[in-house]
Every structure is written in structure tokens, then in C-alpha cells.
């Protein structure tokens, strides 16, 4: 076996510009270091077979996998100690089997396919009344109007959370996401425990207030999810709750927003999906490559693994980049860098992840998204950017924070 190839690149998100744009570096580590050792410890995948493949090898997501030397679980009790965020330590997302497999089967059994269905007429009233609101301004952030609202209203219909709390959650959970990225400020650590802290008493408010008024939604369902005398225990339910609440807004807004401006820089193929409809599934899928709203994965080798003739040692933090798996011409072709909604694979993108961990969620932001989409251009057809784009600045959950648009 050989080891990591010398190279004079190295992965750099801290860099000037990469949140706004990582496309360009992700092209230099696919074509340079596409199995890259960082000099602080973690590994990095960029091209698509090698993503795919660790997405489906069914290896560790757990942090107690880490070496003992490894520097990210170094980094790790030095920030966290024993403090580790609820979303990130009990959540299916990041449990292995059988933990994950039981906890999936449960939330499966409340997340279903007809409890999706069931919200379409609701997210087609949503969608038109923040389309009717968009008319009336005619100048709006997108972000505001349209790409924040709509996922997190869905997600919280779905779970039937009282309205009250709405708002709050909304701050808490764009805190705790930052968990999700690499953090060496103290006291960014510490706003993260406090904001996940706080988001369990809510989850807990609100798990205690549904059991006293069960309804047809999510979360009673999750209360009641049951396999072969299985329940979700309090802290699993509480972190459960906070997952699907999570990652049922923070990830479709950024599909929405990621999308809209694909299209408004690509006037050719916002007049494509305008003129036909009938495309917008497919559109979508090839949005959701374009630009993935969540840009990357991790998982944790138990034992040596060997990726594109490189050997990446047990107990090492593997990043798949997603966002550079779904440009790599390897696999794409020369146009992976363009938009083209009409691409025949496309719905082959990694956006969604694979494997075990494939998004839960994904049917519901699938639908969401070509809601929007198909109504926006029509509703719109002449919608178009009304000054400059900013960016989230998150090296994970990457999306438009800021996209001014005039509804013409």
C-alpha cells in the first residue's frame, strides 16, 4: 500500500472567498491531492467515486472511533469536554449500527411516505401566499420571502409544534448548526451548549405538551413509534425532535436560495424551466448537484481502508466532499461546472448523501423544492437579481444568506 502522496496543496475553507466560492479549490485537490491527508490529521475525498464509495462502505460515523492521537479528537475535549451538543452526539445521524438502525426504523415509521403526501396542499398555500407577498413588495430578499420561510414552516407543520416558539427555535438552531463546522472560538463553543441546551428544554416542552394533546402529526407519531416493543427513550425523542427540526429547514433553504440563484445567473436555463415545466423534478436534482446544500460528510474508518490506491490508517476523520464529488468531470463530463437542467443523470448527484445514512428528509425537500420552483417561474418570469448576493459563510451548511431579486 502506498501512503498519501506529497503534494504542495493543501485544503484551505479558511481561505479568502472559499464560502462565497469553493468550486475553484475543490477543482485544484481533485486534480492535485483527491485523497489528501491535511497536516492537522483529517483526510479529505474530492472525486466522485471515491465519495461514493465511503458513502455506501459502511463505515463509522461515531467520534469515539478517533485514535487517541488523533488531533480532531484532541481538538475536540479541548473545545467540548463533556459538553458535546445533543444534535450532534444522540441524533441518528450520527450513531452507528444497531443504535442507528433502531433509531431509523422508529423515526421511519412516523416519517413516512403518506405523512409527506399529505403536505402538499399545505406547502402549494404556503408557497402562493409568500408568492403574493413577493408581488405586492416587488423587491424582496428571496432568502426572507420565500427560501427561509416556506422549509421552516413546512417542517413545523409536520412535527405540529405550537407557533409560539417558532421564532426562537429559528435563532437557536442557526447557533447550534455551527456545530457542524470547525471551531476553535471559546466562546462560539460556548453559544453552541447554551443554544443546544435551550433547544432541548423547548423539544421537551413541546414532547411533554403533545402528549397531553396528540394530533396527526410527527411528533405524536414519534411519541407512539413503536417496533417490536421498541420506544424512543426521552433523550433519544428529544434528539430526534431536534434532527428532523434541523435538518428539515437549514438544508432545503439552502437548495431553495442556491437554487434560485443558479437560475438567475443562467438566464437561458431560467427561460428552459419557465417554458417547461413538466422539467422542474429533474431541474431540481441537477440544483441539488450544482451546488449541494450540505457541501460534506464525514465518516470514521474502524479499520485501514484503501481509497484510490492510498491508505487512509483505522481510526482517521474522512471527509467526503459533496460539493466536489457533484463538479467532478470524471464523471460529469467537461460541462460539470455549468448548470443544465436538463442533465440525464443528474438525480446521481451525492447531495443527499448514500448508504445507511441517505437523508431521511430527502422526499420532503424534493417536493418543497419543485413547488417553489415551478411557481416562481411562472408565477415570475421575469424575475431577475436587484443587487449583490451574500453568502452564509458556513464551510458546511453553505447557501445565500442575502439574495435581492426584483419580481419584474
Request: hydrophobic share 45%; charged share 25%.
Amino acid at each position: 500500500m502506498t501512503e498519501s502522496p506529497p503534494s504542495a496543496l493543501v485544503f484551505d475553507p479558511f481561505a479568502p472567498g472559499f464560502t462565497d466560492d469553493p468550486y475553484p479549490h475543490y477543482a485544484e485537490m481533485r486534480d492535485g491531492a483527491p485523497v489528501h491527508q491535511h497536516p492537522v490529521g483529517f483526510w479529505l475525498l474530492t472525486r466522485y467515486e471515491d465519495v461514493s464509495w465511503l458513502l455506501r462502505a459502511g463505515l463509522s460515523v461515531e467520534d469515539r472511533n478517533l485514535a487517541e492521537s488523533s488531533p480532531f479528537r484532541m481538538m475536540q475535549e479541548a473545545m467540548y469536554g463533556d459538553r458535546l451538543p445533543r444534535f450532534d452526539a444522540r441524533s441518528m445521524l450520527d450513531r452507528d449500527p444497531p443504535d442507528h438502525t433502531r433509531l431509523r426504523r422508529l423515526v421511519a415509521k412516523a416519517f413516512t411516505p403518506r405523512a409527506v403526501r399529505a403536505l402538499r396542499p399545505h406547502v402549494v398555500e404556503l408557497v402562493d401566499g409568500m408568492l403574493d407577498a413577493m408581488g405586492r413588495a416587488r423587491r424582496v430578499d428571496l432568502i426572507e420571502a420565500l427560501a427561509f420561510p416556506l422549509p421552516f414552516a413546512v417542517i413545523a407543520k409536520m412535527l405540529g409544534t405550537p407557533s409560539s416558539d417558532h421564532e426562537r427555535i429559528r435563532e437557536l438552531t442557526g447557533v447550534v448548526v455551527r456545530s457542524l463546522e470547525p471551531v476553535a472560538d471559546p466562546d462560539l463553543v460556548s453559544a453552541i451548549v447554551a443554544a443546544d441546551a435551550e433547544l432541548a428544554g423547548i423539544a421537551a416542552e413541546m414532547i411533554a405538551w403533545k402528549r397531553e394533546n396528540p394530533a396527526d402529526d410527527l411528533l405524536t407519531a414519534l411519541i407512539n413509534a413503536e417496533d417490536d416493543g421498541d420506544v424512543l427513550g426521552e433523550e433519544e425523542l428529544i434528539a430526534q425532535t431536534l434532527l428532523l427540526y434541523i435538518a428539515g429547514h437549514e438544508t432545503t433553504v439552502n437548495l431553495i436560495g442556491g437554487g434560485a440563484l443558479a437560475l438567475l445567473r443562467d438566464p437561458g436555463q431560467q427561460a428552459l424551466l419557465r417554458d417547461d415545466p413538466g422539467l422542474v423534478a429533474n431541474a431540481v436534482e441537477e440544483m441539488l448537484r450544482y451546488d449541494s446544500p450540505v457541501q460534506a460528510s464525514r465518516r470514521i474508518t474502524v479499520e485501514p481502508v484503501t481509497v484510490g490506491g492510498v491508505e487512509i490508517p483505522a481510526g482517521a476523520f474522512v471527509m467526503a466532499s459533496l460539493a466536489s464529488a457533484n463538479r467532478d468531470e470524471r464523471f460529469w463530463g467537461p460541462d460539470a461546472g455549468e448548470l443544465r437542467l436538463n442533465r440525464e443523470n443528474a438525480r446521481q448527484h451525492v447531495s443527499f448523501g448514500a448508504g445507511p445514512h441517505h437523508c431521511l428528509g430527502a422526499s420532503l425537500a424534493r417536493m418543497e423544492a419543485c413547488i417553489a420552483f415551478e411557481r416562481l417561474t411562472a408565477r415570475f418570469p421575469h424575475l431577475s437579481r436587484d443587487g449583490e448576493v451574500r453568502w452564509n459563510g458556513r464551510i458546511n451548511l453553505r447557501g445565500p444568506s442575502h439574495l435581492p431579486v426584483s419580481t419584474g
